[in-house]
């Protein structure tokens, strides 16, 4: 875990109206690093719905929910990246495939060409594809909860929410699961590290991409049944594909389906671990657990998408720069009372669960399917398995902010 520190206050732009100054350190703020939805839930409450913060340089933060919703569907006005796809791909035109600045694809391009790199992706992570993995993830599930039930306690991030949706992808990618270590540190020190320099990302993006090489060259030669194979046969405008249109791929897929979900996991367990009334409610009706896996989703959304302003626009009143960031605070958007009644009760019966953890427009979440599964199983699973669990009086939770918010610890104990 790479530790954020606090940054220091930029001066505020002659833009920007003190009435919108609200600070705010997305990776290091100490009240969301001790607990990361209570932190969220005062900003929905108290902060403008457009905010500028000077920490990280300065830039701006949605956290409404009619913002982030207007905003993620205009790519036109805000963009996923920090630099045009056009002027990246003339640097990287005469350049060897070894030093081409890496892409992280679709996830950083907009549309065109987003369009053309998401459609080989669509197949392998529909619905129908992902519901043919249940079975498997099932099997894992019990097979990890099985191994801490005799115990009465467990520090879960690490025992099961970790190992759960990293080897289900890691299986999907055709990576060795033995290696699982090695790949989650390298994730941790990409998506924790608040280094936003150009060449400090590409340094930790080659760093992801090289322990990837053997396997990605190996699949390029010797096709299997898995993602990294499959991409391999996709064309891009009617030519093949190339190493570094796979490296791009991979660097993307590698940090998202290595980090996300298992915050979703940790966040959902830690409330029925202090919901012992929802806990019963789910035992005696399984069927409630779809429903149930939505309201928490809701209540602790937990990705932070940046947006970059591809030039000056006036959003929702607010006067804003070419060039400068705006963070999507998917979480507090969530969290809105404007949207949601009484958004901080956990409420089974609401009526409008309909939230955006997974975003909205042309950049959602890609594998939403696929974490709906693996959060449905897994709840099941416990509810099945352990008696009544809560969270261990005597062992405190500890949390990460970024772009994604979620527990590096969460202590469990129950009646062995």
Same mark, same amino acid.
């Given at each position: 875990m790479v530790q954020a520190t606090l940054t220091e206050a930029a001066a505020r732009?002659?833009?920007?109206p003190e009435s919108l100054v609200f600070d705010f350190d997305h990776f290091a703020d100490p009240a969301l690093v001790k607990d990361a939805h209570s932190r969220v839930l005062e900003i929905a409450k108290t902060a403008p719905p457009i905010f500028w913060t000077p920490r990280h340089g300065g830039h701006w933060v949605l956290r409404s929910h009619d913002a982030v919703y207007k905003a993620s569907r205009d790519t036109d006005t805000f963009s996923n990246a920090p630099m045009p796809y !056009?002027? &990246? %791909?003339?640097?990287n035109a005469n350049l060897p495939e070894d030093k081409k600045a890496l892409i992280p694809l679709p996830i950083t391009v907009d549309p065109p060409h987003h369009t053309m790199y998401r459609a080989p992706l669509q197949k392998p992570f529909s619905p129908k594809a992902m519901l043919g993995l249940k079975d498997s993830i099932r099997e894992l599930?019990? !097979?990890? &909860? %099985?191994?801490?039930?005799?115990?009465?306690?467990?520090?879960?991030?690490?025992?099961?929410?970790?190992?759960?949706?990293v080897t289900v992808f890691l299986r999907i990618f055709g990576l060795p699961v033995e290696k699982q270590r090695v790949y989650r540190d390298l994730v941790a020190e990409h998506l924790h590290s608040a280094e936003s320099d150009p060449q400090a990302v590409q340094m930790r993006l080659r760093k992801v991409a090289a322990v990837m090489h053997d396997t990605i060259v190996d699949r390029r030669d010797n096709p299997q049944d898995d993602l990294i194979s499959m991409l391999w046969q996709s064309e891009f405008e009617g030519r093949p594909a190339t190493l570094h249109d796979i490296e791009n791929y991979a660097v993307m897929l590698f940090i998202a389906g290595l980090d996300t979900v298992m915050n979703g996991m940790g966040l959902g367990v830690r409330h029925l671990a202090t919901d012992p009334e929802l806990q019963a409610k789910l035992r005696a009706d399984p069927s409630l657990v779809p429903e149930a896996a939505e309201e928490l989703l809701r209540r602790y959304t937990f990705t932070v998408p940046p947006r970059f302003l591809k030039h000056d626009a006036e959003f929702e009143g607010v006067q804003m720069k070419k060039g400068e960031m705006a963070l999507l605070y998917l979480p507090a958007a969530d969290l809105d009372p404007t949207e949601f009644k009484t958004p901080e009760e956990y409420n089974l019966a609401r009526e409008n669960k309909v939230h955006i953890a997974f975003g909205t427009g042309p950049h959602r979440c890609l594998g939403s399917h696929l974490a709906r599964i693996e959060l449905q199983v897994l709840y099941e699973e416990m509810l099945k398995a352990l008696p009544e669990f809560r969270l261990d009086p005597n062992k405190e939770s500890t949390f990460h902010g970024g772009h994604v918010l979620g527990p590096d610890t969460l202590y469990l104990v129950w009646d062995a």
């Open positions: 732009p002659e833009h920007v !056009e002027a &990246i %791909a003339a640097m599930a019990v !097979e990890l &909860i %099985a191994k801490i039930k005799p115990e009465g306690h467990c520090e879960f991030m690490e025992a099961v929410a970790e190992p759960l949706p």
